[in-house]
């Protein structure tokens, strides 16, 4: 009875463990950009995931840069889609957003805009919780914006 016990507290601590480790999410190392204007505004059309929201305003104040004598920058995130399929043994999570950037400067009369479309995906196979599931979703979104900021950086 006593090593029954032992080895049920064991499964116990194993499960608890990984069940933790699962839930602990990355802290995304995202890169600085800087834009020519002296405002910035983000703005989020239609419906998005509370996560995906908060982490694209800590992305845009901590990491879009502002350094100009004039003009503003408005960044706008748009048509966020998510799907999710199943797969041979398995679920697959597909996450897109459009971004579009528009720079206007009132005393050039001049008006520059950057478009583009970022997605990710991620798959879980074998046999999973519905919080695993969920925290694959959370980490697609967080790729989705280390994407997105990546492809911007490399339009301006």
């Known amino acids: 009875m006593k090593n029954s016990f032992i080895i049920l507290v064991f499964f116990l601590l194993v499960n608890c463990s990984t069940s933790n480790a699962i839930v602990e ?12 204007a002296v405002t910035k505004n983000l703005i989020f ?5 509370k996560h995906f929201t908060n982490l694209s305003n ?5 990491k879009v840069k502002i350094n100009g004598f004039e003009g503003n920058m408005i960044f706008t995130l748009k048509n966020y889609s998510e799907q999710s399929s199943k797969i041979s043994d398995g679920r697959k999570i597909n996450i897109d957003v459009e971004f579009q950037v528009v720079l206007e400067k ?6 520059k805009i950057i478009k583009g479309k970022v997605n990710s995906f991620s798959t879980l196979t074998g046999n999973f919780s519905l919080s695993e599931f969920d925290q ?3 980490e697609t979104q967080t790729d989705l914006i280390l994407r997105l900021s990546r492809d911007l950086k490399s339009k301006i």
Request: aromatic share 16%; charged share 20%.
């Open 106 to 111: 009132s005393s050039l009369s001049q008006k």
């Open 25 to 36: 999410t990355s802290n995304p190392q995202f890169e600085s950009m800087t834009f020519d």
């Open 45 to 49: 059309e239609g419906d998005f995931p």
């Open 136 to 138: 694959l979703i959370i």
């Open 58 to 62: 800590q992305w845009f104040d901590n």
